[in-house]
């Protein structure tokens, strides 16, 4: 039953002081990790949050009764030692135990020792366990929470202020984001989880607090996959009389004074690609980037001009947004993100796209916008602030109308920060990071869920909540009435008329295919992105816009069924290699979607006749 073990030193300060602490006394507590039991005299390793060290366990030092209570220790016990630090005559740095105390019982069995625990499924429900077993996994963390203790100091000493702001929002802004959705029993309203600290850090602006900045959990209501998760960290920072210019100098000297702080160098390696976060980096508009990655040149043309060089792309455009502005913002996207390997500023965006930002004077179309691109991908976004009451209010009711039309993503009106900047807002820039894609590309994870501690995962089994309920008296078999399906609502699309021959048909390769991973494709509500194991030695990629009805984690594993002979075709910048087979059909007004499944045994590759 003991309570407390007072310590005196950790792992790593024996050996980094081994000279000065030889044939000294100290005292240690961690977990016990190895157990090897040679006679009268063992070896353990202890580890604790800084590292291991060996422990040489002699009957004759510690007594019969403790020496016959280690034997009977389990691996993953924490224990607590003292005793006299030396090294083996192998050369290894140990202490000699004199005292031995068992704190705590480990009644689980730890992985096997030489593979640990390597289902990543398994990692991130029972982190406890991934962090015991794994070292490299608590120093991600560890550096996780260094990165975010230097951009409080660099943020501190430039001035900057750090608030607290609402998590829970009578209207979700900020951003295009889809919001949780919960109740206030006492006021007997529905309030949104908070999907961007932006508007009421603004209004701080407004009441003179002119450097706010904001460490902040964010809630979103969208799919999960490599690069996102429901619940995330960003900072948000702002600062009046200034614009997105001194934005692009603060982000850039933020990411280096992080990168020399924490990792001792501005350069690292992602993913097999080195990216140097040095001063200097690129800065481009979008229309300079659209005509030099997809050969348009957006500022020679007119809305109309642009629409037919984009469907002459052959680029997909969506139903109400053909605006010059929103062809350009996909044009971008289709052809430029992807590109974007060093840390390079992507500035001046469409207004469409742009509803909080301010328009640039000597374009109206365009706003003092701009995101930072690494790798491909989004690390953050700044604007100069849109200031003017008026404006804003027409950006609010452009997106209310959104909304309306069922984009459940666009904004709400927020009459309350209009009415804040009707106070008087200064010129003020502003930019939001996401942390956990900054940790990301720092420590070289390639997905999300290896830098948050605790990620949302779907629950085991079939997720459902289950209620008790008095088992049901049995029923004879031959009593046993199985009531029929209600099918009177349900509508198919008529069978085609048209006939082909059989060798048409033929040509049409439909084979067995394994998820091997899937993604939500950036910028998109429909399309996920498959990468697909068709039994040959490549990997298949093929885009499907099934979104509304699955969620990329619980595709993964699944054999599905595709047509493989199919041209390619490009979609949001990546050549979809094929077609994904599902089953459609209408219920009572609302389309439902079933993608065609197949036993796991069948092997991927499988062809079907």
């Known amino acids: ?116 625990l390597k289902d990543t499924d398994m990692r991130y429900r029972q982190r406890y366990v991934d962090l015991i077993v794994n070292p490299e996994v608590r120093d991600t963390f560890e550096k996780r929470s260094a990165i975010v203790r230097e951009i409080r100091n660099f943020m501190d000493s430039r001035g900057f202020m ?97 990168c020399e702080k924490v990792l001792g160098t501005t350069k690292v390696t992602y993913q097999g690609t080195e990216i140097d976060f040095a001063k200097g980096w690129k800065r481009m508009t979008m229309a300079d980037a659209v005509k030099e990655y997809a050969g348009l040149d957006f500022m020679a043309m007119d809305a109309e001009e642009a629409l037919a060089a984009v469907k002459a792309k052959g680029v997909e455009t969506e139903k109400g947004k053909e605006s010059w502005g929103d062809l350009l913002a996909l044009c971008y996207d289709e052809f430029v993100e992807a590109n974007l390997t060093q840390p390079t500023f992507i500035m001046d965006y469409p207004v469409e796209v742009s509803p909080l930002a301010k328009r640039k004077a000597a374009d109206p179309r365009l706003t003092e916008r701009f995101e930072c691109f690494v790798v491909g991908r989004e690390l953050c976004n700044a604007f100069s602030e849109l200031n003017d009451p008026i404006d804003q209010r027409e950006r609010f009711e452009r997106q209310a109308a959104l909304r309306a039309a069922g984009d459940d993503e666009a904004n709400m009106m927020d009459d309350d920060f ?52 008095p088992a049901a008296p049995a029923v004879p078999l031959k009593e046993a009435v199985t009531e029929p399906e209600n099918l009177s609502k349900v509508e198919v699309e008529p069978l085609f008329q048209d006939m082909i021959d059989y060798e048409t048909f033929a040509k049409s390769d439909y084979r067995v295919v394994r998820v091997k991973a899937c993604e939500a494709v950036p910028k ?86």
């Open 418 to 469: 209009v009415n804040a900047l009707e106070y008087g807002m200064p010129p003020t820039g502003g930019m939001g990071m996401g942390i956990d894609r900054a940790v990301m590309m720092l420590t070289n994870s390639d997905t999300i869920r290896e830098v948050i501690l605790f990620p949302t995962m779907k629950p085991l089994g079939s997720g459902e909540r289950r209620e008790e309920k």
């Open 162 to 258: 750090e608030v607290e702001t609402p998590c829970l929002n009578t209207i979700p802004g900020g951003a295009a984001a889809r919001p949780f959705v919960t109740h206030h029993n006492a006021l007997d309203i529905d309030m949104y989880m908070r999907i961007a600290t932006e508007l009421h850090l603004k209004r701080l602006i407004v009441g003179g607090f002119e450097q706010v900045y904001e460490i902040g959990r964010i809630f979103r209501n969208e799919g999960m996959d490599t690069k996102h998760n429901p619940e995330f960290t960003t900072i948000e920072l702002y600062q009046a009389f200034t614009d997105y210019h001194e934005m692009m100098d603060i982000t850039g000297d933020m990411v280096v004074h992080v």
């Open 524 to 609: 998109s509500k429909k399309l996920l992105k498959f990468v697909l194991d068709d039994g040959s030695e490549n990997d298949r990629v093929i885009l499907s816009g099934i979104h509304d009805y699955y969620e990329p984690e619980e595709l993964v594993g699944k054999n599905l069924i595709a047509i493989t002979n199919l041209l390619p075709r490009r979609m949001m910048g990546i050549d979809s290699c094929g077609m994904l087979i599902s089953a459609i059909h209408s219920e009572d007004g609302h389309e439902g979607l079933n993608l065609l499944m197949v036993d796991d045994r069948i092997p991927a590759g499988a062809k079907l006749y």
């Open 1 to 116: 039953q003991q309570v407390r073990f007072e310590r005196d030193h950790h792992t790593n300060e024996i050996h980094a002081r081994f000279e000065e602490l030889e044939g000294k006394t100290v005292r240690l507590a961690g977990r016990m990790m190895s157990k090897r039991i040679m006679g009268k005299a063992s070896f353990s390793d202890l580890s604790d949050r800084y590292g291991r060290l060996q422990l040489y366990i002699k009957r004759d030092n510690v007594g019969d009764e403790v020496y016959k209570g280690y034997k009977k220790f389990d691996i993953g016990d924490i224990i607590g030692v003292e005793g006299e630090v030396f090294r083996t005559q192998k050369g290894e740095i140990s202490v000699a135990v004199h005292e031995l105390t068992l704190l705590s019982k480990n009644l689980a069995p730890l992985p096997e020792k030489w593979h640990g």
